[in-house]
């Protein structure tokens, strides 16, 4: 269980789901204990983003990461779905150039970041792997229902429920519960794309959000059901879609967690709140390592490049 990077280089082009705004992302490796760092390189100098739950400035329909230089703040947006598949993949230390201030939305889920990932290879790094192993249960709450919590597990777990008044959440489940010790993120995960209301669209765009979405990069839900052609991938696509953004957001904490994750109604905002109560707490978790043979994560196959 050693740390992992990229074995070579990638790039990806694409345009950003709510700025609509194109740009290049490179994946490069990165040495062991660099952590997953962010470089916006249309700046000059280039401002670097060093993955952390501190980082996260915004949390309106996405995860934004902030970083403030000369009392300008400057972003990148939407970074969950690449957290997500960077921890599935297990990657601890890679650096993410782009070049504008929104990660692009490829298909609206994570699969088109595996398969980068997956091309540039894996590889294994000297030092071991350090993970998150949650000792005392965190809960953090909001004023609509919603709750997040972590406790103590040997594996990670994720339960995770959802409530929407809509047509098309009737007819699909609305809570599930993923073993990542055992169960594979590639194959019950990583294409559940993001959703969104027509309802609500008008409304987004006054916000300057939402300007890249179409339904080639998103679930479309007008008032009777399902706009795409398509339908849904799998009939369960919105919980698990919930999972995969939880899956990235809670991986801001920069290392992979050992422990039960379980939340309602919850999103971006208490993903990154309860992050922070985790770290605030005192003795909520440590920092631990695991022989080989004894990995308390399952990581999807990928090419390994010694």
Request: proline share 4%; hydrophobic share 40%.
């Amino acid at each position: 269980m050693n740390q992992r990077t990229l074995a070579n280089p990638i790039k990806a082009k694409g345009i950003g789901l709510h700025t609509g705004h194109e740009s290049v992302m490179t994946l490069s490796p990165a040495p062991a204990n660099a952590g997953i760092v962010f470089r916006r390189i249309d700046c000059d100098p280039v401002v670097e983003f060093k993955v952390s739950p501190e980082i996260v400035g915004e949390t309106t329909l996405c995860t934004t990461i902030v970083n403030e230089q000369a009392g300008k703040k400057i972003k990148i947006a939407t970074i969950e779905h690449l957290m997500s598949a960077l921890a599935g993949v297990g990657i601890d230390n890679i650096y993410i150039d782009i070049t504008s201030d929104e990660v692009p939305i490829m298909d609206g889920s994570s699969s088109h970041f595996i398969f980068l990932l997956q091309s540039a290879g894996i590889h294994i790094q000297d030092e071991p792997k350090q993970f998150a192993r949650i000792l005392q249960t965190v809960r953090v709450e909001n004023d609509k229902g919603g709750w997040a919590e972590f406790a103590p597990f040997d594996g990670y777990r994720l339960n995770f429920s959802i409530d929407f008044e809509h047509p098309a959440f009737k007819e699909t489940a609305e809570k599930m519960t993923l073993d990542f010790s055992s169960t594979s993120y590639f194959k019950e995960v990583s294409r559940a794309r993001t959703f969104g209301f027509m309802k609500d669209m008008e409304y987004l765009r006054a916000k300057n959000l939402g300007l890249g979405a179409s339904l080639k990069n998103a679930i479309g839900l007008d008032d009777e059901g399902v706009m795409n052609e398509e339908g849904l991938r799998n009939k369960d696509e919105f919980v698990r879609h919930k999972i995969l953004d939880a899956v990235g957001d809670l991986y801001m904490l920069g290392n992979p967690i050992v422990g039960e994750f379980t939340a309602h109604k919850s999103g971006h905002a208490l993903n990154n709140q309860l992050l922070r109560a985790l770290i605030n707490q005192v003795g909520a978790y440590e920092l631990t390592t695991y022989e080989k043979d004894k990995p308390p994560v399952r990581y999807g196959s990928s090419k390994v490049v010694a």
